[in-house]
């Protein structure tokens, strides 16, 4: 549903975003994760046809962007970073002039915005967006973003103003979303937000993506040098005696504990290897990394 391929955006002579080759699929929930100043805002101004690419291209739903923005805009919703509204207008107001630029007729602009208030629990607010609080620009942001009911959703930072309440409001109804088939792309900085949320993700570090897959499947490749070396943890009764396996890389032991490094996960032939050799197994487990940990050392990078 969203694909770049290559795709560059250079200001004054330093790439925001390099060579960027990304894949979202339809319905997906993807998280784009990334220190401040990775390039997420860029790769987004360009994905919804703000800004256009030095290199590369960006496709959505098939279109190329730079070529038919419009075209794109009829089927996306955005959520900037920083969202801006009349201040002088209520939210009703502001989503009703927005609401024009689709062209759609006052009744169906009427029942839309009323629907669409209550999803986002402003509906009875008579106060001017002016007014509003920083949590609440933001609710009015997303209920904009999906005014013309979008295929693709991008949101950039969605719960930065938001308070816990919010945050748990906001998560549900991108379950919602993504349950009605819309494909949702969201930035964030913060890991425990797009963990909770998404089922992929991309991690992009000084405009370039350093790995994309499942959360387990990124923190994997980030967390051992050797790509996606997967950490065996053995507990034998007896002495964990030498592995004689082609797959296995290391082996390191700590008294009747071991971990097994190995290319692929040996567990079925290890255990029978062990019982064959008369070895009591105690535990025998893939150990998942740390993802916390491994993400910040990626950002660290
Ligand atoms: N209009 C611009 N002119 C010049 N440089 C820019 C412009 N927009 C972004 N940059 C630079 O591009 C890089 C990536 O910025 P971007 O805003 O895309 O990062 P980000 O990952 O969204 O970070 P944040 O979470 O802080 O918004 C930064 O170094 C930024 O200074």
Same mark, same amino acid.
């Given at each position: ?25 339809? @319905? +997906? ?9 990775? $390039? ?19 496709? #959505? ?68 967006? @002016? ?49 009605? $088939? ?11 937000? #797009? ?31 050797? @790509? ?18 082609? +797959? #296995? ?5 700590? $008294? ?46």
């Amino acid at each position: 549903m969203i694909r770049t391929e290559n795709l560059t955006k250079v200001y004054n002579g330093k790439a925001a975003v390099d060579g960027l080759d990304l894949e979202v699929g339809e @319905g +997906e929930i993807f998280g784009f994760l990334g220190p401040n100043g990775a $390039g997420k805002s860029t790769t987004i101004l360009m994905l919804t046809g703000m800004i256009e690419p030095t290199g590369g291209r960006c496709l #959505v739903d098939g279109i190329e962007v730079a070529k038919d923005p419009l075209k794109v805009k009829e089927i996306i919703g955005y959520l900037p970073e920083d969202v801006g509204f009349y201040g002088n207008m209520t939210g009703e107001q502001n989503l009703d002039y927005f609401a024009r630029f689709y062209g759609m007729g006052a009744k169906e602009r009427k029942e839309r915005i009323a629907e669409l208030l209550e999803l986002v629990r402003l509906d009875g607010v008579t106060q001017k967006a @002016g007014e509003y609080s920083r949590g609440m620009k933001q609710r009015l942001g997303l209920a904009q973003a999906l005014i013309n009911d979008p295929k693709v959703l991008f949101l950039d930072e969605p719960t930065a103003n938001l308070d816990p309440e919010g945050v748990r409001e906001y998560r549900d109804l991108v379950e919602r979303l993504a349950g009605e $088939g819309k494909t949702i792309f969201v930035s964030s900085h913060i890991l425990s937000e #797009v963990r909770e949320v998404c089922r992929t993700v991309g991690l992009l570090a000084k405009g370039r993506l350093v790995a994309q897959g499942t959360l387990d499947e990124v923190a994997r490749t980030l967390a051992s040098p050797d @790509g996606d070396a997967v950490r065996i943890v053995v507990e034998t009764r007896e002495r964990l005696p030498e592995i004689e396996d082609p +797959e #296995v890389i290391s082996v390191e032991r700590n $008294g009747s504990r071991a971990i097994v490094r190995a290319k692929a996960d040996i567990r079925d032939r290890l255990a029978e290897t062990l019982f064959e050799q008369g070895v009591h197994v105690r535990e025998l487990r893939v150990e998942e990394p740390d993802i916390e940990d491994v993400f910040m050392a990626a950002y660290r990078r």
